[in-house]
């Protein structure tokens, strides 16, 4: 893996990875040094690999300046209109990485707002927004509101009852259809009435 990986050309560096450090192409693991090949020992192998080094971080300098010339181009400040309705971005998916596995729930995005007026961007600014009740370990017990429908599927020659369910916090659209006797077992106060 090391030998590919020294062979390599890096784009980022202009060259492999071995050749940068050593001013020589990589030789493969079963001929390393060639007949009559003076080996460089103490201060002349810091030396070499120094300036090697300063190379390198030269070239990829140049590289990273380069990425964020071409991101700089395409960054632009969002604006929107007074009266429009916007989602906030709430954190990383990976933070909630366990919020979403219990499923019905995506913090990805809160809201909608409504835009009231123009803001000036201010670091120490939070949003004080908390509607969903996180336990310590980031993960969300989701409550049913209401059963919205039943209905009954055939298969073969068993019938399985399922119902659309209403959930806290989300919209009829948003609705899931769960089987109706692990629900009765979970929610039964669902079913009283």
Known sequence: MEFAY???YQPAIGTLPFEALYGKSCKSPVCQGEVGERKLLGPELVQTTNE???KIRACMQQSQSRQKSYADVRHKDLEFEIGLKVFLKSGTHERYYEVWQEGKLSLMFIGPFEVLEK???DLTHVVDYEPLQLNDNLSYEEKPIEILAR???TLRHRKIAFVRVLWQ???VREATCE???EMK???SELFQG
């Open 185 to 187: 077992v979970q929610y």
């Open 151 to 153: 209905e009954v599927k």
């Open 119 to 121: 803001y000036v961007t």
């Open 6 to 8: 020294n062979n390599s």
């Open 179 to 181: 089987r109706e006797d």
């Open 169 to 171: 916090n989300h919209t």
């Open 52 to 54: 090697a080094l300063q």
